[in-house]
């Protein structure tokens, strides 16, 4: 008896759960399976045909050296916000030799943004620079929040961003747009391109150096946030034995995330006091009109587009996440490959339709773990691949790596590392915790200026200029104990002077410009000073990675003759 009552309330209690599940069944029903629109690939099948490849490189943030001390920059804001508030000198110093490594002699260049710090115009003018010497057949830009706005984030306050810039002027939006759009893609489009003018089509069967399309708005005064830029990128097909080209069309359509309705500032009327554009994307709504236009004619075209941005989707505002959206989900975008974390990783995103899908993000160039990627589009039947093949600067180094005798860099001398208790030891700002910015440019330009003492006995200056060889042959040189500019740096750093060490350490980068020096021994250092500077800010050590078979220990450095302690900031 007791078993059947047992066996009565198990019913009732079964039939009461039935009867709350049927009542909660149409809510259930709402609720969408979202699937992925998207899986790895670890073998192609056989045929697959391939358009691209096209170089993706970002945030290269060439920074003004003789900066003057400014609010923003302290071990305070670098503690409190931003870990690249304050870079290690050597990488400020050497940064340009990883930008100018990425392989691009036969291939287009898309810089996904960031390529200024503070926004000065002397920023600009090296960026430009480096990106001409490559030899690219192309290269393009598209703006990130440091590219306009002051440190990357604001539109002022004007007085600061001189400062930081001084002597050079601030580089707004606006100018910069104005000087890619009128001295760069002109080039490209063999015309003048008037900035009012607004927009430019490559005409039918020239080749425009693969830039398709440009449209443009261009705001100077105080709207100079309101300015964008879109472009449309042709990405190379490959072609059969009679060279006619068998592999489908596809684009690189690249976005401004960092065109702003009202000003990125620090007022008391917004949230937590400020609008940043370092932490909020934006395209607005007349750029998303323009990118639907060129995505649904992309579509009749037969084109797979894929979408190119400095900011990552998920810092996007819900306005400009919706546009992004909807063009995945219909299908008029395979996807959306970004820049600005530095440090590259891949993001799932669930609100395209039924449908999540991918988005590639890229690591930045001159920090840790520098990276560049080489982007391609795959067709095989009705299946479409997306290839972002990243390679990390260090990895072409190895003694594995086969271009390492043809770069001739092994980043093996043990007298080009600085050691804890040398003055050029590489240093973090987070250990200066005052707001105060004089003291971080004092520990900044002290340890620039002593690097470059070491940079100048280590590679040394010579009396003609040799041309940098096709193939570079790994050597160590021992450094020099001194060198023509070694007493006055001596004299300089011992006067404790911000004002004096910091026009030294100006003039000397002025100076090296012009100095004749063996060029594979100038490049190798350069390059490895900025990856192991940006290793140590990264996570304070310049550890082994797997691959590397040899490690120094126990160096028994000292300094003035007592084993080495941490140098400190004054």
């Known amino acids: 008896m007791a078993r059947d009552t047992s066996h009565r309330a198990d019913r009732l209690l079964l039939l009461r759960l039935a009867a709350i599940a049927a ?18 690939v670890s073998m192609l099948p056989p045929g697959t045909k391939w358009t691209g490849d096209i170089m993706l490189v970002g945030d290269s943030q060439k920074f003004h050296i003789g900066n003057k001390a400014f609010l923003f920059r302290s071990g305070f804001t670098d503690r409190s916000f931003s870990s690249s508030a304050v870079r290690v000198p050597q990488q400020d110093l050497f ?11 036969k291939k287009p260049t898309v810089h996904l943004g960031d390529a200024m710090d503070l926004s000065c115009a002397d920023e600009w003018r090296a960026f430009v620079q480096v990106m001409n010497d490559g030899a690219s057949p192309a290269w393009f830009w598209t703006p990130g929040n440091h590219d306009g706005y002051f440190f990357g984030n604001f539109v002022g306050p004007e007085q600061q961003w001189r400062a930081a810039c001084d002597p050079e002027e601030p580089m707004t939006k606006g100018a910069a747009l104005r000087a890619y759009v009128t001295t760069h893609l002109a080039t490209y489009a063999g015309v003048a391109l ?12 020239a080749s425009c150096h693969g830039l398709l399309r440009a449209t443009w708005k261009i705001y100077d005064g105080k709207a100079y946030h309101r300015s964008y830029l879109v472009q449309e990128i042709d990405l190379d097909r490959s072609q059969d034995a009679q060279g006619r080209p068998d592999s489908p069309p596809a684009s690189l359509l690249l976005i401004d995330t960092a065109s702003y309705d009202r000003p990125p500032r620090i007022a008391p009327t917004e949230a937590k006091l400020h609008y940043a554009a370092g932490k909020a994307g934006h395209i607005g709504a007349e750029q998303l009109a323009v990118i639907d236009q060129w995505t649904a004619r992309a579509v009749g075209e037969g084109r797979t587009v894929v979408l190119g941005g400095h900011h990552p989707f998920y810092k996007l505002d819900e306005e400009s996440r919706a546009g992004i959206n909807q063009l995945i989900g219909s299908k008029r975008a395979a996807t959306y490959i970004s820049a600005d974390t530095h440090w590259g990783q891949y993001y799932t995103h669930i609100d395209a339709g039924d449908y999540s899908w991918l988005e590639p993000n890229l690591g930045s160039i001159i920090d840790y773990d520098a990276e560049y990627a080489e ?4 067709f095989q039947g009705t299946s479409k691949f997306v290839k972002v093949a990243r390679t990390t600067v260090g990895a072409i180094m190895s003694p594995s790596a086969p271009k390492r005798g043809e770069l001739g860099i092994g980043c093996g001398n043990p007298e080009w590392l600085a050691r804890p208790g040398d003055d050029d030891f590489y240093t973090r700002y987070m250990t200066t915790t005052t707001p105060e910015p004089a003291a971080v440019e004092i520990l900044y330009y002290s340890t620039m200026l002593a690097a470059l003492d070491r940079y100048w006995r280590c590679v040394p200056t010579t009396a003609t200029a040799d041309p940098m060889p096709t193939d570079c042959i790994p050597k160590v040189v021992s450094c020099n104990a001194g060198s023509e500019v070694h007493d006055s740096i001596a004299e300089t750093l011992a006067s404790h002077d911000l ?10 980068v002025e100076r090296d410009r012009s100095r004749n020096a063996e060029p594979c021994l100038r490049r190798e250092y350069k390059v490895c000073q900025s990856l192991w500077a940006a290793e140590f800010e990264h ?21 003035n003759g007592a084993a080495a302690e941490p140098r400190r900031s004054p």
């Not at 009542?23 to 790895?40: E, I, M, N």
């Not at 050590?541 to 300094?559: A, L, Q, R, S, W």
């Open 23 to 40: 009542l909660l069944a149409p809510g259930c029903g709402d609720h969408k399976t979202v699937k992925p629109d998207y899986r790895s």
């Open 95 to 105: 940064g340009d030799s990883l930008l100018a490594l990425v392989p691009r002699k």
């Open 194 to 205: 008037d900035p009012a003018q607004g927009s430019w089509t490559c005409p039918p069967d």
């Open 375 to 378: 982007l391609s589009i795959g």
């Open 499 to 508: 004002n004096r060490i910091r026009g030294k350490a100006v003039e000397l």
């Open 539 to 559: 996570r304070q050590y310049i550890t082994p990675v797997k691959g590397n078979d040899v490690f120094e220990i126990n160096t028994g450095h000292t300094t």
